[in-house]
């Protein structure tokens, strides 16, 4: 059966938002904002390899994206290359938390969509930026795995009801609270050669390289 990659993301501290004034508009703005440069940057990196997208509808201040197809080295990279990408550069990414997670395309119920996109709401969770699910750590290229192992992290496991298996284990990243500048690196995906160049995000200048730049 087919796996998919999710890539969700939710607004920070949206109730609060919601209770001042004009705050339904600013929510509205800003997924609407977040959403577009989430799907525009999964078009440029997927362009001529064969992978679906598809979005859920809009639902408050919730954004989801599914990847099918390729391969799952493919998805892994993308997926993970897009949400730093999102996080770092993306108008107003440090408002949000990004969930990545795997889902078999069996037709049948799974209780992954409810569970692993709710863990921003968990105590862990609701500190850090990044949630990326373990397996799909485990098939991202070197300099991907780099950058991650760079950043402070901790370990979440999330049980799963309805599941053989008692779960999943996450890698938690990049704390709310924590301000400090993020460096970007140099990236190629691996089956597009002269993909992608991410330079040092602390010389605050960006080099260009077709299809996309961080």
Not at 62 to 82: N, R
Not at 126 to 136: N, P, T
Not at 148 to 177: M, N, W
Not at 197 to 208: F, I, L
Request: glycine share 8%.
């Amino acid at each position: 059966m087919p796996t998919a990659v999710v890539i969700a993301a939710d607004l920070i501290r949206s109730k609060k938002r919601f209770s001042q004034p004009g705050g339904y508009h600013d929510i509205v703005q800003l997924c609407s904002t977040m959403r577009s440069f989430i799907d525009v940057t999964l078009k440029q990196l997927t362009n001529g390899l064969g992978i679906t997208i598809s979005s859920r509808e809009p639902q408050g201040d919730d954004i989801a994206f599914q990847l099918v197809g390729a391969t799952f080295s493919e998805l892994a990279d993308i997926s993970v290359a897009t949400t730093i990408r999102t996080f770092l550069k993306g108008q107003g990414g440090r408002d949000f938390r990004f969930i990545l997670f795997t889902l078999e395309l069996d037709g049948t119920y799974h209780p992954r969509m409810k569970e692993f996109g709710e863990i921003s709401k968990t105590e862990a969770g609701s500190m850090h930026h990044l949630a990326v699910e373990r397996r799909i750590i485990s098939y991202v290229n070197k300099t991907i795995c780099r950058w991650l192992e760079a950043v402070p992290h901790e370990e979440l496991h999330v049980p799963l009801r309805g599941e053989s298996h008692t779960g999943s284990l996450f890698d938690l990243y990049c704390k709310v609270e924590d301000s400090r500048t993020y460096k970007l690196f140099r990236w190629k995906l691996r089956s597009v050669p002269n993909s992608t160049d991410v330079d040092d995000h602390s010389k605050g200048r960006n080099q260009s390289s077709a299809p996309l730049t961080f």
